[in-house]
């Protein structure tokens, strides 16, 4: 039980026979259900880079979490397949940004500085007319502003913030609190969620891995894609008896008698991930209650499911 640091064990339940580790699923399971980060290019949408890495890997579905705009570049999480499923949870991991701001006139560093760090916490955006959402305003929380270097008229920063966060329209606020204008010049993403540069491929590294698997080397393919638990390392989670999981992959609601260990700091109603034995995701789930109850709970629904990963067969049916 040492893997479970910072959950509370309810069961001292072992794994069985059942399931298998992420690591050791097949190569083509492991695509997908797996996720691959692109280190996106100026020039191509997000849905591009998608529809691309779909045909390159011979798939039916792909999908990514938030969208960066065609000239933005970095960190673009796709998601192959089966590992789809978890979207809403990648859509709304925190996003960090490094960003070139350019001024329309000339103003004081101090003064530039302060204006920047001013917009450190909940903020109110009304998004841009060439946006993909209806425009009203939306509060979004800074978790940080670093401002990195001034020459001149150009202000390199680094933004930690909200998903759904348009830095864009935070370059034009600050312009107008500084009565001088200002836009956005440059910008790159530098995380989503755990994920980050270095865990960057380019696309052609994807195809040169795909190409070298055709060959019965496996080793690049499972370097650049990435097991789809890997993905949800930025929610909560609840582990569960392998009894317990052909229910829930069929969509059944997880009891309070199915659990082994939850994770500290899980919320009310918030989105949790249903993990099992040998660490395997079956799926995204909704918690009934917080971590101080669920703890105490004997019986009755702990978390129902939302969105189900795993495929029913892996498990044994136990009821």
Request: charged share 25%.
């Amino acid at each position: 039980m040492g893997h479970l640091k910072g959950f509370f064990v309810k069961s001292d339940e072992i794994s069985g026979d059942h399931g298998i580790f992420p690591e050791s699923r097949s190569a083509e399971t492991h695509i997908k259900n797996g996720v691959v980060i692109i280190d996106k290019t100026a020039g191509p949408t997000s849905h591009q880079i998608s529809a691309w890495v779909r045909d390159m890997l011979s798939l039916s579905k792909t999908g990514h979490s938030g969208t960066l705009d065609p000239n933005v570049t970095g960190v673009l999480v796709i998601a192959l397949q089966n590992a789809t499923k978890i979207m809403p949870a990648l859509a709304q991991s925190t996003k960090e940004y490094v960003c070139v701001m350019t001024l329309h006139k000339d103003v004081p560093e101090s003064d530039v500085r302060e204006a920047l760090i001013s917009f450190t916490g909940i903020i109110e955006q009304l998004p841009p007319v060439r946006s993909a959402i209806k425009r009203a305003v939306r509060k979004r929380d800074i978790h940080e502003i670093d401002v990195l270097e001034i020459d001149g008229r150009n202000v390199l920063f680094r933004v930690k913030c909200q998903a759904g966060t348009y830095i864009r329209k935070l370059c034009s606020d600050a312009g107008i609190k500084l009565k001088c204008g200002a836009h956005m010049a440059e910008l790159r993403r530098t995380q989503s969620g755990s994920f980050s540069e270095k865990d960057c491929v380019k696309l052609h590294d994807l195809r040169d891995a795909y190409e070298l698997l055709k060959e019965g080397n496996e080793k690049e393919i499972r370097r650049v894609v990435l097991p789809v638990e890997m993905a949800c390392e930025g929610i909560k989670k609840i582990v569960v008896k392998d009894t317990a999981v052909n229910a829930l992959c069929n969509g059944a609601p997880l009891g309070a008698g199915g659990i082994v260990a939850i994770q500290e700091g899980i919320e009310e109603k918030g989105l949790i991930g249903i993990m099992t034995l040998k660490g395997e995701l079956v799926g995204l789930a909704r918690a009934a209650k917080g971590f101080d109850s669920l703890k105490e709970m004997e019986k009755g629904i702990a978390a129902t499911m939302e969105r189900i990963v795993l495929a029913r067969e892996t498990y044994p049916k136990t009821w």
